[in-house]
């Protein structure tokens, strides 16, 4: 099977470099439901050539990521699949490391619930997470599935590495994360935080209010935005520009913007966390009562537009994309040949 997807109109605003859509076969007009089987067979080109594959990350049957080297409105991905040719390696050129070399981390949480060692991967490959107390059955979410936290104990620890520190480092970071929240009026709860809090998200410093937070005198805050829903998963992120003393917070891609002046801590060798937060003493505190179903942190600041595509895409990945159109094989061309008497 052969098709193109385009992306839908108004969906993307500006152009972006390397940048991971989501493509999710049950949503998408034309393309059809995909096995397990078939996804795993599945590439991904940029021309109707496939003289150009693209990287693909096969999360399961209906979580597929691409890598797009050029993101813009008139985007254009053809997929081919045939049921019978195996899933790359994840260090494959084309296969799932390549998608996210744009980040420090990304974990999808779609692992069935588990406290294995390194059970819930990092699809860059740096940082795999390993659950605590983690007992409640996943749910689904817009993205696949999210892991539920009981907010006292449940948490996924993410050993310290080099990458993580690479933010504190640039003095630039990006934080997004898909979150539903099981309660309000939460205290001081956070969703991410990585080594006594030099990165992370909060909720509820201030009543219901999301913020990026990084401890330290001077250090920058910055509010994300104002959440009392418990019915829906929402799009929240965060960016740092310590070189342009910015801060930006989008909740659903409504943006909150402020100076910032501070500069993040330098890194430490403590454990980051998803769900909780991790005191100087190292120990684990505020943990988060709710759902999560995607955390992804850069060492860089993106642009409005970036969000906005982003959230587009996970959000609604629907109308992200267009109507798949399926491409004919080319006939082929058999010159009559006569004969003279």
Known sequence: ??????????????THTNFPVLVKPSVITG???????????????????KTT??????????IIYVKIPSLSVSS?????????????????????NNVWTEFVAVWHLQEAVNTTTDGYIDSTGNSPGTGVSMALAAVTSPVGDAQDFDGSSDRIDIPSTSELSEPNTNQKVSITQIIKLDATGQLQDYTF????????????????????????????????????????FHHISAVFDGAANTGRGFLDNVKTT??????????????????????????????????????????DAVSDNYNEAEYNNLMDNGSFWGTAVTIASSPVFKPQISSIL
């Open 1 to 14: 099977m052969f098709k193109s997807i385009p992306v839908a109109t108004s969906q993307v605003s500006g």
């Open 53 to 62: 594959e693209l990287a693909r990350e096969i999360v399961s049957a209906d």
């Open 258 to 299: 402020e100076t910032e002046t501070g500069a993040l801590p330098s890194a430490d060798s403590l454990k980051a966390s998803i769900a909780c937060a991790y005191d100087g003493g190292g120990n684990p505190a505020n943990f988060l009562n709710g759902k999560i179903a995607e955390t992804r942190l850069r060492s």
């Open 193 to 232: 935080s990585k080594g006594n809090n030099r990165l992370a998200i909060l909720y509820g410093f201030n009543t219901n209010v999301l913020e990026f937070y990084s401890s330290g005198s001077g250090a920058p805050r910055f509010v994300i935005g104002t959440l009392t829903d418990t019915a829906s």
């Open 76 to 96: 254009v991905i053809y997929i081919d699949y045939d049921g019978v040719r195996s899933d790359y390696g994840v260090t494959d050129t084309y296969g799932r």
């Open 31 to 49: 393309l059809g439901l995909i096995t397990l089987a078939q996804a795993q067979s599945v590439r991904f080109y940029s021309d109707s050539d």
